[in-house]
RNA sequence: GCAGGCGUGGUCUAGUCUGGUAUGACUAGGGGUUUCCAACCCCUCAACCUGGGUUCAAAUCCCGGCGCCUGCACCA
């Protein structure tokens, strides 16, 4: 299926549809419609058992919208904000720092300055005004003037901004994982390709912290799971990720467990093994804080489609963010715990003998070691002071240092297309979604052979038993039973369900599986039990 | 953002050059008939992206906007 049919199919049945069409359309935003988002709640589902449960990520969800502080500390008002120049002539537009070298080092008035001296490279005429276009939607937080604010561009500050709070509910413990789905927003500049570019997209991300001397290593099941890998020099190989990581292609050991999750997870949603590679980043496609990355790609009639981001980002965000704010978002090591001898002053001693300028003796002392002798300088003059202004005492005492992190980043949005893409099934007859019953949008079409002799009637007892045991049905009695099977597996329910005349007098039905179509004969009760996950 | 192409019911589409009641199929809904893989018959719902201009008259021609596609650029 290519990109055209996909986003007919999607309108047609309701997956998903441009937003805000009455007006036009805008571009970058998705509606989800009613077969969309059972979809999404269902790869969010295995997403969750997969990371949640079997890898025991903490939940968090945080807040949307955050202060620009924030924004400076992560680096995204830095990294986010494009320079960009229009030709005065050609009406060309470039990114500015690309156009001088050494140009993305540079400071903007800097940049600026330079750019006055430099012609367009399309046609030579001159530059205009340099002007910023920054990834981030912008809001005012607040009446009056407001307090500047933006929506998030990725979930994954909102973790490392409640690391502290989160690391006390791991009772202090490293390493631990955190895991989040929610949403985030870029306002790019060309949004295109419907859900693999959204301005507005949803993001299942996981921030897995650890010592940066105690990196979690490969459990045995993990690395024997079998994945392929692009490096960075191009070169594609097909190993376990045990191999891969003692060979040396994947250095990190976190790196790796996070690579071989993320093969599980998209193998278990119903990608085909032979359609998902893991490509390395280059050091020029780098984010600005990553030290290794490894995208996660499908491929797709549009080439190969990055759906998660595994990027070691060592301890780049806790550091910013516990130099920017009053926080401390360093960890204790544990086993570093030392008794140490210090010197502290004895305030009262200092303040009788020194009066008022005890305070600048105080200050002058406040950030340097204490002994006994030192010299301070007091309104000019070299004052010692003795043992006799200072007291001993035992102070415990731990080495404190930055938890790294490794984060695996998944794209909802573009795991979904592929997904569809991935998953479309045609045999010349039928049209159909071939999915995993876990990552089908229904798991049992419940059909009346017919309206007549109250065969519907039992239909509905039946629809009814299956909601009460947590079964999603779909309830369909019309037209013939041949065109309500094309309808169910268009949109890949797993299972259909028919009640003829031999289910009023035996209570049995036939059950049919979507992919090969056969019919089997069971009980009520036994078809229910087959169908329920 | 630039260049080119495009925009007609839910989907696909004819009509646009050459201005005059908008074509057909599929889907969907109702009814009939049939009953295990999109059968058939009747009926029904439903569209010219948007704003301006030209004209007696615009889906059609012209201009702007929005959207979609392709290429360039961009893509933490």
Redesign the pocket.
Known sequence: MD??KV??FA??RGLFQ?AFGA??????FLDYGPVGVKLRRRILEVWRRHYVIDAGCLELDGALIGPEVLFKAS?HLG??D?PLV?CDD??????AD?LIEDGEEMARDKLANALSRTACPNCGAGLSEMTAFN?MFSTKVGAGKGLQGYLR??T?QSIFLAFPWLLRQNRGKLPFAVGQIGR?F?N???????PL?MREFT?MEVEHFFLPDNEPQLSDDLSKVTITLLNSAGKEITCSVGEAHSDGTVNSSLVACHLARAQLFFTDIGVPKNKLRFRQHGSN?M????SDCWDGEIDTS?GWVEVV?VAHRGDYDLSAHGNASSKEFRVAVPGTGKETEIWVPDIGKLGKEFKSDAKIILEAIKDIELQPGILVEVNGDKVELTSEYMSQKTERRSEMVYANVVEP?F?LDRILYCLLESSWKSDG???WISLPQETSPYDLLVAP????DNLDIKAHEIMKAATKINIDAYYDE??????R???A??IGIFYSM???H?TLEDGT??L?ERDS???NRLSIDDALNKVRR
Request: proline share 3%.
């Open positions: 990109f055209q986003i007919a309108t047609r441009p007006y036009g359309g805008l571009a970058g680096g990294e986010f494009d229009n050609c009406g060309k537009q470039f990114r690309h990834l561009p990725e994954a985030s870029r790019e500049i060309s949004a295109r390709q419907g570019r993001a496609e984010a600005h804080y990553s549009l981001g980043a794209g007859e039928r049209e052979l017919m309206t007549k019309a037209g013939s039973i041949g065109r099977y094309a309808r597996d268009e028919t009640i003829d031999q039905v036939t049919r179509k056969d019919q």
